[in-house]
């Protein structure tokens, strides 16, 4: 009956003594979302009271984490402080935990400082684990948007030496790009020599080349230019590489005028059939508009009158 909607004046208070069986129902688990939006101090205790029993059940529910997750959204600051102490203990087994992995993310976006450390402590010596999980690796990435940078020096030192291998991994290329993103520059210049020792690898891997782009987009200037060098005299080839390709047009975007005149420059000197080459190809053509759009006048114009002559 509930189901098919025929009671539509149905309220929160007609559910007690019954919340937690409603909250693992699709219907059930949406209806009580939606009142907690705009529920009374009084009915938030009252269903609080009901699920904090069985929150840790709950979290792991594919409907009852949502009313959770509600909980760390609309309650008080007390009932977060409440169900935060419940995730106490078996952080991990939820990170890993494809619904209760979405409550640790939302606990962490609303929780005080000092509760979120307590939470992120407890991945500490299984950082590698999470982040090549496909429920853990967005805590991971959750951690390191939300939580002071001085908190997570455990998961950096967990990356020595692995950064190659991460950047390669599909989920460990966002982890990187997290780190390159959030934390201070301390923590990431060993990442960030550990990339520049692999760059040639990296440009043309699956993965690792949207770590690459990213410095080039995001990343100091120095850092840029290593890796602006590291392209340079190899323009032909990478171009023509479905996954390097994308790497030389934020190369030739994001370098400095000086440097992009010598990468266009590159192409200037090529001989008419490697030219040719390039534009029939189906990744180097973009890299060749690419030129045309951001090189200077006096280049486009040898540019051009190369492609047409």
Do not use: W
Request: aromatic residues 8%; hydrophobic residues 40%; neutral net charge.
């Amino acid at each position: 009956d509930f189901r098919n909607n025929r009671f539509p004046n149905l309220q929160l208070r007609d559910l007690a003594n019954h919340i937690v069986e409603f909250s693992q129902d699709q219907h059930g688990s949406r209806f009580i979302q939606q009142k907690l939006e705009r529920a009374t101090v009084q009915e938030k205790q009252m269903v609080f009271n009901e699920i904090i029993g069985a929150a840790y059940s709950l979290m792991t529910d594919v409907f009852g984490n949502y009313v959770i997750q509600k909980f760390f959204e609309f309650g008080t600051t007390e009932q977060k402080t409440t169900l935060a102490q419940k995730v106490r203990g078996h952080v991990l087994n939820l990170a890993l935990q494809m619904y209760g992995c979405r409550v640790i993310q939302k606990a962490l976006e609303s929780i005080p400082p000092e509760q979120q450390q307590e939470v992120v402590r407890e991945l500490d010596g299984h950082v590698l684990k999470c982040v090549k999980d496909q429920n853990g690796n967005h805590v991971v990435q959750k951690c390191i948007e939300c939580v002071e940078p001085s908190a997570l020096q455990f998961i950096i030192n967990a990356f020595a030496g692995q950064v190659y291998a991460l950047s390669t991994h599909p989920y460990g290329c966002r982890v990187i790009q997290r780190i390159l993103e959030h934390c201070t520059p301390e923590q990431t210049a060993p990442v960030l020599n550990e990339l520049h020792a692999h760059t040639d690898q990296l440009i043309t891997d699956q993965y690792g080349n949207y770590v690459v782009q990213h410095v080039l987009e995001h990343g100091a200037g120095e850092d840029r230019s290593r890796l602006v060098a590291a392209v340079r005299g190899k323009v032909l080839q990478l171009s023509q590489h479905k996954f390097a390709s994308n790497v030389v047009e934020k190369c030739v975007t994001h370098a400095t005028r000086n440097e992009r005149a010598l990468l266009i420059d590159e192409l200037c000197g090529f001989n008419d059939n490697a030219l040719h080459v390039m534009m029939k190809d189906q990744f180097a053509n973009y890299v060749v508009q690419k030129m045309i759009d951001v090189a200077e006048p006096t280049q486009r114009k040898v540019l051009m009158h190369k492609i047409r002559p």
